[in-house]
């Protein structure tokens, strides 16, 4: 088992900026890869930003630029980091742990990130 700790969402303004962080304990040497999804309330769930263990990351195209997704294998954390942000980001953000064999996806409680006009 692997477990997931989410910091760090709350309440800005729109252009402002906030940073997630993700902490993960258990079974870690499982773990493939790394991220973040969100979900906005009557939404999918999607992904927003991804990182494998050797340091790939991925991007949604909706937050290219903007947002910034980095790890320390050390400390066994995911951040992202925020900016620019905008109303249309307002969602709860949930990390993820991905575990290639056999395939499993653990998650996080989810943080909330809202964004004002």
């Known amino acids: 088992q692997v477990q997931l700790v989410e910091s760090g969402g709350g309440l800005v303004q729109a252009g402002g900026s906030l940073r997630l962080s993700c902490a993960a304990s258990?079974?870690?040497?499982?773990?493939?890869?790394m991220g973040w999804y969100r979900q906005a309330p009557g939404k999918q769930r999607e992904k927003v930003a991804t990182?494998?263990?050797?340091?790939?990351?991925t991007c949604a195209d909706s937050v290219k630029g903007r947002f910034t997704i980095s790890r320390d294998n050390a400390k066994n954390t995911v951040d992202l980091q925020m900016n620019n942000l905008k109303p249309e980001d307002t969602a709860v953000y949930y990390c993820?742990?991905?575990?290639?064999?056999?395939?499993?996806?653990?998650w996080g409680q989810g943080t909330q990130v809202t964004v004002s006009s």
């Open positions: 993820n742990a991905r575990q290639n064999w056999p395939y499993y996806d653990y």
């Open positions: 258990g079974r870690i040497f499982s773990i493939n890869a």
């Open positions: 990182i494998t263990n050797g340091g790939t990351t």
